[in-house]
């Protein structure tokens, strides 16, 4: 059974920082696109950032870039997002996705729609 589980949301003051797991089971991340995204109230789910399942190549989205870091670890089949400087507009629900299949147009990979697994999500909240 296919299951991935986030952990490590929480509060934290602007300019702070959080790593977000996802734990995957019943699949092997390696063999996987993989990717973050998140969504505040009212707003559409979007995408963070992505790993290629073809050479491991990794993609932000611009608001993200220079701040944020997406890894994986084979050995724990786990993957990873730290998060660095966070603002306030930051502040959603992180969900970690994973689908079999690379994306075969570039501009899918922050589609949510391509991604067939997917975890219920951390609450992630940037306050002072």
């Known amino acids: 059974q296919v299951q991935l589980v986030e952990s490590g949301g929480g509060l934290v003051q602007p300019g702070g920082s959080l790593r977000l797991s996802c734990a995957a089971s019943?699949?092997?991340?390696?063999?996987?696109?993989i990717g973050w995204f998140r969504q505040a109230p009212g707003k559409e789910r979007e995408g963070v950032s992505c790993?290629?399942?073809?050479?491991?190549?990794?993609y932000y989205a611009d608001s993200v870039k220079g701040r944020f870091t997406i890894s994986r670890d084979s050995a724990k089949n786990t993957m990873y997002l730290q998060m660095n400087s966070l603002k306030p507009e930051d502040t959603a629900v992180y969900y970690c996705?994973?689908?079999?299949?690379?994306?075969?147009?570039?501009?899918?990979?922050?589609?949510?729609?391509?991604?067939?697994?997917w975890g219920r999500g951390t609450q992630v909240t940037v306050s002072s």
């Open positions: 996705a994973a689908d079999p299949l690379e994306w075969t147009i570039a501009t899918m990979k922050f589609n949510p729609s391509w991604y067939d697994y």
């Open positions: 019943g699949f092997t991340l390696d063999y996987y696109a």
């Open positions: 790993i290629s399942s073809s050479d491991g190549s990794t």
